[in-house]
């Protein structure tokens, strides 16, 4: 087995063996041109069977794309999956059609970068009764960069601030047709106005 072999890595290489791993299980995922996850990524990279076995024990498995620099931490049963809102489930859709959008304008060696009005404009186009704040916006964007889906650059709280949008988003959404995420806005778009139709006429 190879996590017998464990001992013969140094003490540093414990440590962020061990760093790695409490990251994966808190976020499920980590990016490559994320700062803090820049070490953590090509650990895990030349000790991916380290990490296999050990996470094996817990019926998880990594997926690593190595393409787009992403790693991602599942559980065999998806009993791990964040279950999301609605206003939180739109704003990772908007972003992984933004994703697309940008990714033909992008050098392969560039992250996607975004304004954060770019982001609030897609959602108030959409036909909803019920329109995001800037509160919740921010709650929501502060949530993705903890789970490596983004990164903010300045604050967060203006709108013409920028965010990187990390790969890990084509993991977090499971699609390789960007049609099928339009597809799930309007499905969302359907429900919540059905939603708000049910609440008016109760009222």
């Known amino acids: 087995m190879i996590l017998e072999k464990f001992d013969e890595l140094n003490s540093s290489q414990h440590s962020l063996f061990s760093k790695t791993c409490l990251k994966l299980l808190s976020t499920g995922f980590l990016a490559r041109d994320k700062k803090d996850n820049k070490d953590m990524y090509y650990f895990v990279l030349s000790y991916k069977k380290y990490f296999d076995e050990y996470f094996e024990v817990m019926d998880y498995e990594i ?120 597809d799930l806005i309007l499905r969302l778009e359907n429900k919540q106005g059905s939603d708000s139709d049910e609440e008016t006429d109760e009222d």
């Open 63 to 182: 997926i690593l794309d190595r393409e787009n620099g992403a790693i991602q931490l599942i559980h065999k049963d998806n009993s791990n999956v964040l279950r999301l809102g609605k206003e939180e489930t739109l704003i990772l859709l908007i972003l992984r059609i933004l994703y697309h959008q940008h990714l033909a304008d992008t050098s392969v060696n560039d992250n996607i970068i975004i304004r954060i009005d770019e982001l609030h404009q897609y959602y108030e186009n959409l036909e909803l009764k019920k329109k995001i704040n800037k509160t919740d916006l921010v709650r929501i964007l502060r949530m993705y960069k903890r789970f490596n889906i983004i990164e903010p650059i300045g604050d967060i709280t203006k709108s013409n601030s920028k965010v990187i949008i990390f790969p890990t988003i084509l993991l977090a959404i499971n699609t390789t047709a960007i049609n099928d995420v339009y």
